[in-house]
């Protein structure tokens, strides 16, 4: 079955960017939108922004401003960039497959701690 | 963005107890809502999409209702697994996708 996983630095300093790839393993990524979810510690889910597998983005407008999400069908992977990070940004990042008739996630990442820390 | 509200934020409840959580939003989304279960440490995971249509898998003493602004997840006689937080999502405009705050259901 069709399997996400993050990768990506664990600590990232204040201004700089932040940088995270999802690899898709058990299935193809074409054809499908992705995202990205963040959830800071004892807090609630934040959607960052989907990414179809023809380029095309969506980000969430809080965000838009830092946001770069890209593919890569080759390697069946996914990226989320955001620059000016600060330690609001500190969080555990997720990416998910969404279910494109209905907008709902049904396929998650395990999830990854990104710390902004100096 | 349309703003989504859940309550209460956290409950008390035993096992075989019928459970109810509700979810408003801001503004009509017709049913473009989804509710998920989370586990501490763990990813969400998919439970109702559409409002009231049970995710794959999903155990038939969950169900979801509403449409408009007005939505319900019930757990008709609560389990030891479900214990967890659980979310609402609008999934009406690519604009904003946003999650209500969670509800933590735990063992009275």
């Known amino acids: 079955q069709v399997q996400l996983q993050e990768s990506g630095p664990g600590l990232v300093k204040p201004s700089e960017t932040l940088s995270l790839t999802c690899t898709v393993s058990?299935?193809?990524?074409?054809?499908?939108?992705w995202s990205w979810i963040r959830q800071p510690a004892g807090k609630g889910l934040e959607w960052i922004g989907r990414i179809y597998t023809s380029g095309s983005t969506n980000y969430n407008p809080s965000l838009k401003s830092r946001v770069t999400m890209s593919v890569d069908t080759s390697k069946n992977q996914f990226s989320l960039k955001l620059s000016s990070v600060t330690a609001a940004d500190t969080a555990v990042y997720y990416c998910a497959r969404v279910v494109k008739s209905v907008n709902a996630f049904d396929i998650w990442g395990q999830g990854t701690m990104v710390t902004v820390s100096s | 963005d349309i703003q989504m509200t859940q309550s209460p934020s956290s409950v008390s409840a035993s096992v075989g107890d019928r459970v109810t959580i509700t979810c408003r939003a801001s503004q009509g989304i017709s049913s473009w809502l989804a509710w998920y279960q989370q586990k501490p440490g763990k990813a969400p995971k998919l439970l109702i999409y559409?409002?009231?249509s049970l995710q794959s898998g999903v155990p038939s003493r969950f169900s979801g209702s509403g449409s408009g602004t007005d939505f319900t997840l019930t757990i008709s006689s609560l389990q030891p697994e479900d214990f967890a937080t659980y979310y609402c999502?609008?999934?009406?405009?690519?604009?904003?996708?946003?999650f209500g705050g969670g509800t933590k259901v735990e063992i009275k």
């Open positions: 999502q609008q999934a009406n405009s690519f604009l904003g996708l946003t």
């Open positions: 058990g299935g193809s990524i074409s054809s499908y939108y």
């Open positions: 559409a409002a009231s």
